[in-house]
């Protein structure tokens, strides 16, 4: 069974072909959301990891971003549901060109749109909050700097790759007829 070079539903080559891992690995959708994952995991692990100090007059471990601790927990949330969240579309990927349902296809399309959309816009508040409370940091003795420059940097990145899936997610909808 060939394809025919014309549009698809949502994206989905002809139902019912073969899985080639190869073909999968190579597709840009593929390695884009693999590098929101390593960047995913980059930002919520500097931060669990390194991302909490105890202060010489306090027995309580604040964020190495100017103490401000939401900052902190915001980034690793957003970082934790990116990795859950890159994970569980991968697998999305892999199983949309076997969904013979259109309809199918077109939620799992809208579902990857909006959240990719959505991820885009909270890593970018991600990086304005991180990046200006380490403006704000003024005492940075004993605060690994490496960590925080890594966090603010792979928040940074993870704008874009999740942009860049949004917009795959996007041409994925079938062109519409006049």
Known sequence: MEETGGASAYGASLAGGGFDIYKFIRQPQTIVRVL???????VFACITTEGYINAAHSADAKCIFN?????CQYAVGIGV??????VGFLVLDVYLPFMSNAQERKYAVMADLGFSG??????FVCFCLLASQWGRTHDVR???QDAA????AFS??????WGILAYYALGRFPPRCK
Do not use: E, H, K, Y
């Open 36 to 42: 929101s994952w390593i960047f995913a995991l980059v």
């Open 67 to 71: 103490q401000n601790d939401s900052a």
């Open 81 to 86: 549901i990116a990795f859950l969240a890159c």
């Open 118 to 123: 959505a991820w885009t816009f909270l890593w």
């Open 142 to 144: 004993g605060i690994p």
């Open 149 to 152: 420059r890594a966090t603010v």
């Open 156 to 161: 940074f990145f993870s704008i874009a790759t």
